[in-house]
């Protein structure tokens, strides 16, 4: 029987778009139904504005009014209202860091809220900043003398303290060097295997996303065309927007067939607008 963590039931979101004259409703999410099983790493991609920070800001709390039903099947009793079992990071969290505050003082606030003994705080920190590939030495730098890359893997280090059940990571490949995301690689395989952690992991990047994924999940205006395991959705695609993300990722597609699908896309929105 499969354990779900996270069960998505018809899942709908509209709002007003950027048009300041004239607003006009737009149909964001559209009736989405998915279970995540716990355990497991889930790669979700797609183009840009297909929905994907919509629905991981939805899962978090951070959307409210929407249609449909979320169900969460906690395995510990999470009664500390500053901590939440579910934590998501954001593509650009690492811009929130206090500029003028001490590493080390945000660390220790997040043990605080998250009432964990500091009896072990200096090697769990150590270890963190380990296996993200930061220096040690950075916690007594202040948020201001970081770069943006090592900001947000000290975001992704403060949200490791607080050991979620549902880790959510947009985009955490973008502002990084070629080793840091080695790094972060093997951090997400690590937390998922010591912690049990099911992640879901947004990212453009479906190459780097099979190198670690459980399963795929293929987002396309607003829907879900297409998951399966990552084997699946590499060696025998279905639909045809998937064939081509991994072909344009490969770089074997000519100039006729990416001209030729962006002219679909744009009918489909056209239809649907």
Same mark, same amino acid.
């Given at each position: 029987?499969?354990?779900?963590?996270?069960?998505?039931?018809?899942?709908?979101?509209?709002?007003?778009?950027?048009?300041?004259?004239?607003?006009?409703?737009?149909?964001?999410?559209?009736?989405?139904?998915?279970?995540?099983?716990?355990?497991?790493?889930?790669?979700?991609?797609?183009?840009?504005? %297909?929905?994907?920070?919509? #629905?991981?800001? #939805?899962?978090?709390?951070?959307?409210?009014?929407?249609?449909?039903?979320?169900?969460?099947?906690?395995?510990? $009793?999470?009664?500390?209202?500053?901590?939440? *079992?579910?934590?998501?990071?954001?593509?650009?969290?690492?811009?929130?860091?206090?500029?003028?505050?001490?590493?080390?003082?945000?660390?220790?606030?997040?043990?605080?809220?998250?009432?964990?003994?500091?009896? =072990?705080?200096?090697?769990?920190? @150590? $270890?963190?900043? %380990?296996?993200?590939?930061?220096?040690?030495?950075?916690?007594?730098?202040?948020?201001?003398?970081? %770069?943006?890359?090592?900001?947000?893997?000290?975001?992704?280090?403060?949200?490791?303290?607080?050991? *979620?059940?549902?880790?959510?990571?947009?985009?955490?490949?973008?502002?990084?060097?070629?080793?840091?995301?080695?790094?972060?690689?093997? #951090?997400?395989?690590?937390?998922?295997?010591?912690?049990?952690? &099911?992640?879901?992991?947004?990212?453009?990047?479906?190459?780097? #996303?099979?190198?670690?994924?459980?399963?795929?999940?293929?987002?396309?205006?607003? /829907?879900?065309?297409?998951?399966?395991?990552? =084997?699946?959705?590499?060696? $025998?695609?279905?639909?045809?927007? &998937?064939?081509?993300?991994?072909?344009?990722?490969?770089?074997?597609?000519? /100039? @006729? @067939?990416?001209?030729?699908?962006? =002219?679909?896309?744009? $009918?489909?929105?056209?239809?649907?607008?």
């Amino acid at each position: 029987m499969k354990n779900i963590i996270l069960q998505l039931d018809n899942i709908s979101f509209a709002a007003k778009d950027n048009n300041l004259l004239q607003p006009k409703i737009k149909s964001i999410l559209k009736d989405i139904s998915f279970s995540f099983e716990r355990g497991k790493i889930y790669g979700l991609t797609g183009e840009s504005g %297909s929905g994907k920070t919509t #629905l991981a800001k #939805l899962i978090t709390g951070v959307i409210k009014d929407y249609s449909g039903k979320v169900t969460f099947n906690y395995k510990n $009793n999470w009664n500390n209202v500053l901590s939440s *079992p579910v934590q998501m990071l954001f593509q650009n969290d690492g811009y929130l860091i206090n500029p003028e505050r001490k590493i080390k003082d945000i660390f220790n606030e997040t043990y605080r809220i998250r009432n964990k003994s500091k009896k =072990n705080y200096s090697n769990e920190i @150590e $270890n963190l900043f %380990s296996a993200l590939g930061l220096d040690h030495k950075l916690l007594s730098n202040k948020g201001s003398q970081l %770069s943006g890359g090592e900001q947000q893997r000290i975001a992704l280090a403060r949200i490791l303290i607080i050991e *979620p059940e549902l880790l959510i990571l947009d985009e955490p490949f973008s502002s990084q060097d070629i080793e840091a995301k080695s790094s972060l690689i093997k #951090l997400i395989l690590n937390t998922n295997k010591q912690m049990d952690t &099911t992640i879901i992991c947004i990212s453009h990047d479906i190459f780097t #996303l099979r190198v670690f994924s459980d399963e795929i999940i293929i987002f396309s205006d607003g /829907k879900i065309i297409e998951s399966g395991t990552t =084997n699946q959705i590499f060696d $025998n695609p279905q639909i045809k927007h &998937t064939k081509f993300l991994l072909r344009a990722q490969s770089l074997t597609l000519s /100039k @006729e @067939e990416i001209i030729s699908h962006f =002219n679909d896309e744009q $009918n489909k929105r056209n239809k649907n607008s």
